[in-house]
């Protein structure tokens, strides 16, 4: 059965209203990143005074740097804990604890994250009092986001792993290959996609956290998120929107070089098949 004109008409106002919702906030917080007015969301002129101030503000600027660090140290570190967890829920025999395994993987999924870096805390106080280490700091902000982002991470990668035939490792196997070689020559081109999906959704849940980060920072490692949260307070100035305009931009051109990276992999593999099969 056909929908009717109302219903077409409808659905398109429904997905108008949604795309708006989501998305006109992001363009006035870009737009008005460019006001010469002291307050975030009052248009006084064009200007690039909050930029300039932005480039001038050293709490920002380390706050920035610090939160890329932790997130691209999590993101790896995420990435090579899902696969060795994907990989065991996936492709290895099934073992005694193998549920219970899993189930405790996926645990930060469904947690609160209130309750994991308060959990995080007491254990780091208690071994803190014990062993003198760790300080509170890059290296408890790295642990508690790695907690988290494995749970994303395994979830991503094990899903490509069930959808990737294991008759091709087999088929390595039979020609010779030692594990090490299936593993690097045949499983790993073929998650690849999903490894970097793993690593950018890991990657942008540390750069975004800032429950976690509260319970595990110490004097001289506050995140950006703590930063701007704790501005928030006071009082914020457009220097934010300078940010954030930055912040998307950096995304955006990410977004679209991968988008095409990945569309041009796949336009060549389907040029392969098809020389393959004429070959043939």
């Known amino acids: ?25 992001i363009v006035a917080l870009v737009v008005f990143s460019f006001t010469d007015s002291p307050v975030p969301n ?36 995420a990435v090579v804990l899902g696969t060795l967890a994907a990989l065991a ?24 994250e209130v309750l994991v870096g308060l959990s ?16 509170r ?3 408890t902000i790295w642990l508690g986001h790695m907690l988290v982002g494995t749970a994303y991470a395994t979830v991503v990668i094990a899903a ?37 999906a793993a690593w950018l959704l890991t990657f942008t849940l540390s750069l975004d956290d800032v429950v976690i980060s509260a319970f595990l920072s110490g004097p001289g490692s506050t995140t950006l998120p703590l930063v701007i949260f704790s501005r928030a307070r006071l009082g914020l100035d457009p220097t934010v929107n300078a940010l954030a305009t930055v912040v998307i931009a950096v995304v955006a051109v990410f977004v679209v070089a991968s988008s095409y990276l990945i569309a041009a992999r796949e336009r060549r593999r389907h040029r392969e098949r098809q020389a393959a099969r004429q070959g043939g």
Not at 49 to 76: C, M, N
Not at 160 to 188: H, I, N, S, T, W
């Open 1 to 25: 059965m056909k929908p009717t004109r109302t219903a077409r008409w409808t659905g398109r106002l429904w997905l108008a209203a949604g795309f708006a919702f989501l998305y006109l906030p």
């Open 160 to 196: 490509r792993l069930r959808d990737l035939d294991p008759k091709l490792e087999e088929a390595a196997q039979d020609l010779g290959a030692r594990p090490a070689q299936v593993f690097f020559l045949v499983v790993l081109p073929s998650i690849a996609q999903s490894l970097l």
């Open 42 to 77: 009052v248009w006084a002129g064009f200007s690039l005074r909050w930029y300039e101030k932005l480039a001038q503000d050293e709490d920002i600027r380390r706050g920035l740097f610090f939160s890329l660090r932790v997130a691209a140290a999590t993101a790896t570190g």
């Open 120 to 135: 995080l805390l007491l254990m780091l106080v208690s071994m803190q009092r014990a062993f003198g280490f760790p300080e």
């Open 89 to 112: 829920m996936e492709r290895l025999p099934r073992f005694r604890g193998r549920s219970f395994f899993g189930a405790m993987v996926r645990a930060p999924l469904v947690m609160p």
């Open 137 to 139: 700091g890059l290296l």
